[in-house]
Each structure stands twice: as C-alpha cells, then as structure tokens.
C-alpha cells in the first residue's frame, strides 16, 4: 500500500513539469545540448516518511516469517533468549557464522536454516536487494530520512540521432541529459524525450540502487518470490 501511494505520488511530481528539457546549440563547440531545469523540489519530508514504511514493512516481514518459522519448528515452545534474538538474518559484507545463525535462527528447522543460510546476499549480485534492504532500513532506522533526487531513466527518439553522451543518473539543475554532434542543417529541430524518476540520494546508501520505485518493486518482488515460497513448507 505504502509503496503504490509513493509510486502515484511521485508519477503526479513528475508530469506535474517539475523536471523539464531545453535544447542549446554550442556552436563554437558543435555541440547540441539537451539541459534539465528543476522547476520544484521534491516533497521529501513526506517521501521519505512513505519510503521508511515501505522499508520497515518490508523488514518487518521477514523477521515476522524468521519467528513464525521458529514457533512452528518448536510447536511453540521458545525459550525468551530464542524470541529476543529472533530474526531473519541479512548478511552482505560478509559471509554469515555458524554463531551467528545459532542465534537468529536456532529454533527454525534444519532445512529452512539451510535455505535461509543459501539466501544471504554476501558475494551474490542475485540477491542484491536484500543487500539494499538492509543498507536502505538502517538507514532510515537509525539516521535520517532518505533523501531523493531527480533521475532520468529514458530516452526515446525518432530515426538516427548520433549521442555522444546520454546521462541516465541522478541530475541537478542545469546539468546535461544528452549530447550530439551539431547537425550541419542549423534548422533540424528534433529532439529526444526523457523519462524521468526520482532516485536515493548520491550521499546516502542507495546511491547505486536502481530509481526508488524501482528499487522498492524490486526489494518487495525478491521477498514475496525469491524468499516466502521455499519457506512456506516450514511453517
């Protein structure tokens, strides 16, 4: 819910023309120059407040599951050190120890451990977002807001246009989305279009994740499909 409600907020921001397009020829140089104008920031109070739900839901879940597995591996017989230290672990800077699954998840069957233990994200680029979860959740959890900013995703255009430079990052007012040769008809008047988004801050750690929406559909379709299902039977 939390996610959908930033996806149509941020749709609204986005074609509301807070981010627009002019071209400049440079002729000294021969360059023409598509440049971006921030016309309105983002609202990040209230961004930030939805994507730290969707973060702490997402996180939520999982530990949820890592309890719920460990309740029924024990028919419910946990000691309170078992529930304080419940939880799904999330390893990505290093590889988890045998300590430190004893302690998040002793009390789930020895199957599901060894799922859970196959699932972490340390050297594996293909369990990244959860890797992103953790960096994004602390994060939030334990600093500040996240803080977006403008990102061009797209480009779209008609016939041949030779880019010399196309930037499909994070931008700043004034900055140059894209760049080609100056077309030796000084009339020809095609231009390119952008789509745009809104990505994680370049100072925080969401810097090299995908746009926001992006990235939370991602985290979110890694839990539901890459994670619930082979637990399921543990249950």
């Known amino acids: 819910m939390h996610r959908k409600g930033f996806e149509r907020r941020m749709h609204r921001f986005v ?4 981010y627009t ?19 309105k920031p983002a609202p990040l109070i209230r961004w930030g407040a939805l994507i730290g739900d969707c973060l702490f839901n ?12 460990a309740v029924a591996n024990r028919k419910g017989q946990l000691t309170e050190k078992e529930k304080m230290d419940s939880e799904f672990p999330i390893f990505h800077r290093r590889a988890p120890t045998k300590r430190d699954l004893d302690r998040k998840i002793g009390a789930v069957h020895p199957k599901a451990r060894k799922l859970i233990e196959g699932m972490q994200p340390y050297g ?3 369990r990244a977002a959860l890797k992103y979860l953790d960096l ?37 007012h004034g900055d140059v989305l894209a760049r080609v040769p100056l077309a030796s ?10 789509g745009f988004a809104v990505a994680f801050s370049e100072t ?20 539901e499909k890459g994670v619930i299902p082979d637990l399921l039977p543990y249950l």
């Open 21 to 39: 397009v002019s071209r400049h020829d440079d002729i000294e140089a021969g360059k023409r120059l598509w440049i971006v104008h921030v016309n």
């Open 185 to 194: 008809d000084p009339k020809r008047n095609q231009d390119p279009s952008f």
């Open 58 to 69: 997402f996180r939520s879940a999982l530990d949820q599951l890592a309890f719920d597995l």
């Open 15 to 18: 074609n509301s023309n807070a």
């Open 204 to 223: 925080g750690p969401g810097a090299a994740a995908p746009d926001v929406t992006t990235t939370l559909s991602w985290i979110g379709q890694h839990i």
């Open 136 to 172: 994004l959740h602390n994060f939030d959890k334990h600093r500040t807001l996240h803080l977006v900013v403008g990102t061009s995703i797209a480009v779209s255009y008609v016939g041949d246009m030779d880019f010399e430079f196309i930037n499909l990052r994070p931008f700043k």
């Open 124 to 126: 594996r680029k293909d």
